[in-house]
């Protein structure tokens, strides 16, 4: 018989963890006369980095976040970027950069990561933060996993021992989410575009995270009966009408028959993941004035 599923629309909760941020922003700007400050560097003229930046930076403003975007046109070369991060890490009224992701074929986003300080990566991509992670030791948190756990244990607290499956082992999203679902006490299995028998792992799986970047790959034979199905996919198809649909990577309609808890797209993890880099600026921000 088909399951009714929670759905995780994470809009409300997103709102929430943002009402808190601005009492928490208006104290430390009383007691400490400070501002949080984040910079947004966005290269090239993709209408998605577009889009998300000025969301971004929307909601900075809504919090009471100082933000401000710098722009590079499509085949800028690497110095200048390198430059302008460092001026950034020097800056006493910039706490957090953000470079926007994907970038231009010709710039080394590594290398460009690895240039900011650490203490203000708030995406949580430096390879020192990275690793703290990995040692499970107090770090920025990238902010997709960081809003999936807080998403996922706001309708389950306790995820001790339950078996995580998360498609995809992307450096934004699978890998930083498999160290955190470690932390929680769960066993975990990251599946790849060279694992075998996928369907078959899926099927064992509590908590299946799908992040692979294929629309409705997902498929509900692929589901175990009860399990928390969490989509982190943004894909654009063509619908039966020939409108344009924005779709995740697992076929909502029949995972729902059989999921005990499901995210939607949109709506689903999008919210939690800026509400976790508005958070992220303010614990860099806070940081930093302990170390002054």
């Known amino acids: 018989m088909p399951m009714t599923p929670v759905l995780l629309d994470s809009r409300s909760l997103a709102l929430q963890l943002k009402n808190n941020l601005k009492v928490q922003i208006t104290e430390i700007q009383k007691t400490k006369n ?128 339950s078996h995580a499956v998360i498609v995809g082992r992307s450096i934004l999203v699978g890998r930083p989410l498999a160290m955190l679902l470690l932390k929680e006490d769960c066993s975990v299995t990251v599946l790849h575009s060279k694992s075998r028998n996928i369907s078959d792992i899926t099927k064992t799986a509590d908590i299946l995270v799908a992040a692979v970047g294929q629309p409705q790959f997902i498929q509900q034979e692929w589901v175990k009966p009860g399990a928390i199905v969490l989509d982190v996919g943004i894909n654009h198809i063509q619908g039966q009408k020939g409108q344009m649909e924005i779709v995740g990577d697992v076929d909502f309609e029949n995972v729902s028959h059989v999921a005990s808890a499901i995210t939607p797209v949109p709506g689903g993890i999008g919210p939690m993941t800026v509400a976790s880099l508005l958070e992220n600026t303010v614990e860099a921000a806070l940081r930093q004035i302990a170390r002054q």
């Open 34 to 161: 400070l501002t949080p400050g984040l910079a947004v560097i966005r290269v090239g003229d993709n209408l998605a980095s577009k889009s998300y930046v000025a969301s971004k930076c929307r909601q900075c403003q809504e919090v009471g976040i100082y933000s401000k975007e710098y722009y590079f046109p499509p085949l800028t070369p690497m110095e200048p970027i390198l430059e302008l991060i460092y001026q950034l890490n020097a800056s006493e009224t910039i706490h957090g950069i953000l470079l926007q992701l994907p970038l231009p074929q010709h710039l080394d986003a590594f290398e460009l990561i690895e240039a900011i300080d650490p203490v203000k990566d708030v995406d949580g991509l430096h390879p020192q933060n990275l690793g703290m992670l990995s040692l499970g030791q107090p770090t920025v948190i990238p902010c997709t996993p960081k809003g999936i756990l807080t998403l996922l244990k706001s309708h389950k607290k306790d995820i001790t021992g």
